[in-house]
T-cell receptor, first 115, second 113 residues
Framework: NAGVTQTPKFQVLKTGQSMTLQCAQD?????MSWYRQDPGMGLRLIHY???????DQGEVPNGYNVSRSTTEDFPLRLLSAAPSQTSVYFC??????????????FGQGTRLTVV | AQSVTQLGSHVSVSEGALVLLRCNYS??????LFWYVQYPNQGLQLLLK??????LVKGINGFEAEFKKSETSFHLTKPSAHMSDAAEYFC???????????FGTGTRLKVLA
């Protein structure tokens, strides 16, 4: 059981470049989300989705785009990378149907550096 | 609005000593509370959670936490620290019926030999 899979694990971008961070889960979870982790700031929510075709903004959405065409996949797009987007990005998923199981499952993270 | 405060961004304990990591939350309705652990270069792993019922929650690796509504706290403890406990620990809260986690800023635990 793979859980939540993120690719790539590491990425270096030049300012202005665009790229997509991939996230896939095989647990049939309805809820998926993207966080960025910066030193001393914990994890901050970028975007989230409660199901295919439904997305919404989190705490720090600017400069990022998401879509959810399938239950399994939730890619995060950086439209024009900036040095301020240097961070570690985590994708997470959880079940909405089973309210007793509120645990969020996290991917291994993508370490992004924008130069 | 919900918020989570973790007191102490860095905590050092000797091997075998008590581990106490503090978490206070702010919520206008009963929250769900979580502790996650992050080992270097890894994702977050659930240690334990409180949703309803018993206020003392036991998790993996000998950790436990107690939900104290009157103190709005959910402190994480372990009676005897082990070198392998060195990691960063995050407290998080969601409201029942919602799915968005609010994370604290994390506490990095160092275990001294």
């Amino acid at each position: 059981n793979a859980g939540v899979t993120q690719t790539p694990k590491f990425q270096v971008l030049k300012t202005g470049q665009s790229m997509t961070l991939q996230c896939a889960q095989d647990m049939n979870h309805e809820y998926m989300s993207w966080y960025r982790q910066d030193p001393g700031m914990g994890l901050r929510l970028i975007h989230y989705s409660v199901g295919a075709g439904i997305t919404d903004q989190g705490e720090v959405p600017n400069g990022y785009n998401v879509s959810r065409s399938t239950t399994e996949d939730f890619p995060l797009r950086l439209l024009s990378a900036a040095p301020s987007q240097t961070s570690v990005y985590f994708c997470a998923s959880s079940s909405i149907r089973d309210r007793r199981s509120t645990e969020a499952f996290f991917g291994q993270g993508t370490r992004l550096t924008v130069v | 609005a919900q918020s989570v405060t973790q007191l102490g961004s860095h905590v050092s304990v000797s091997e075998g000593a008590l581990v106490l990591l503090r978490c206070n939350y702010s919520s206008s309705v009963p929250p769900y509370l979580f502790w996650y652990v992050q080992y270097p270069n890894q994702g977050l792993q659930l240690l334990l959670k409180y949703t309803t019922g018993a206020t003392l929650v036991k998790g993996i690796n000998g950790f436990e936490a107690e939900f104290k509504k009157s103190e709005t706290s959910f402190h994480l403890t372990k009676p005897s620290a082990h070198m392998s406990d060195a990691a960063e620990y995050f407290c998080a809260v969601t409201l029942s019926g919602t799915y968005k986690y609010i994370f604290g800023t994390g506490t990095r635990l160092k275990v001294l030999a």
